[in-house]
Antibody
Framework: QVQLQESGPGLVKPSETLSLTCTVS????????WSWIRQPAGKGLEWIGR???????NYNPSLKSRVTMSVDTSKNQFSLKLSSVTAADTAVYYC??????????WGQGTLVTVSS | DIQMTQSPSSLSASVGDRVTITCQAS??????LNWYQQKPGKAPKLLIY???NLETGVPSRFSGSGSGTDFTFTISSLQPEDIATYYC???????????FGQGTKLEIK
């Protein structure tokens, strides 16, 4: 069974860059899209972007200027960088596999707090 | 951009009740509509894909219907373990974009 695990700092200072990595186990990272989705406390889900194993990316237009995603197939990992963060970026960040245009496997989520 | 309007935002029902949640798209999305269940502190879980297909391992009391702009998610007989927040989600490919509804918080009466 495919499993995903997010990792990275839980606290980021305002104006700095949030960096997270998702490690995929139980299956190959190849031939799928992989996505990042976030959820502020008590609020709904917001899609951040997706990356294919070739490195091709699509980002949410509302975040596009600040988002960079990358993939390392040799490590079965993909990553998220979100620059110039503010308190509004405080959220639980999920990584997920996209299969047939739907997120089917999700990580457990990791809380990132933006605060000085 | 396609907007998703989900209703109601919250719902209280008794065990055994039939529960219905609706999701309306701002334009025709064919059947590119999925439904998720999220329990507190957990990641969302895919229940229904392509509007009406039950994900493997999901109990048959969950179902979905609709196409175009109007979609419905139903729990035929509410169980205590169904307490969660439910989200609809659509996919648009031009440009690639995944949009979630606002969520419906389901509680037991």
């Amino acid at each position: 069974q495919v499993q995903l695990q997010e990792s990275g700092p839980g606290l980021v200072k305002p104006s700095e860059t949030l960096s997270l990595t998702c490690t995929v186990s139980g299956g190959s990272i190849s031939s799928y899209y992989w996505s990042w989705i976030r959820q502020p406390a008590g609020k709904g889900l917001e899609w951040i972007g997706r990356i294919y194993t070739s490195g091709s990316t699509n980002y949410n237009p509302s975040l596009k200027s600040r988002v960079t995603m990358s993939v390392d197939t040799s490590k079965n990992q993909f990553s998220l960088k979100l620059s110039s963060v503010t308190a509004a970026d405080t959220a639980v960040y999920y990584c997920a596999r996209i299969a047939a245009d739907r997120p089917d496997y999700w990580g457990q989520g990791t809380l990132v707090t933006v605060s000085s | 951009d396609i907007q998703m309007t989900q209703s109601p935002s919250s719902l209280s029902a008794s065990v055994g009740d039939r529960v219905t949640i609706t999701c309306q798209a701002s334009q025709d999305i064919s059947n590119y509509l999925n439904w998720y269940q999220q329990k507190p502190g957990k990641a969302p879980k895919l229940l229904i894909y392509d509007a009406s297909n039950l994900e493997t391992g999901v109990p048959s009391r969950f179902s979905g219907s609709g196409s175009g702009t109007d979609f419905t998610f139903t729990i035929s007989s509410l169980q205590p373990e169904d307490i969660a927040t439910y989200y609809c989600q659509q996919y648009d490919n031009l440009p690639a974009m995944y949009t979630f509804g606002q969520g419906t918080k389901l509680e037991i009466k």
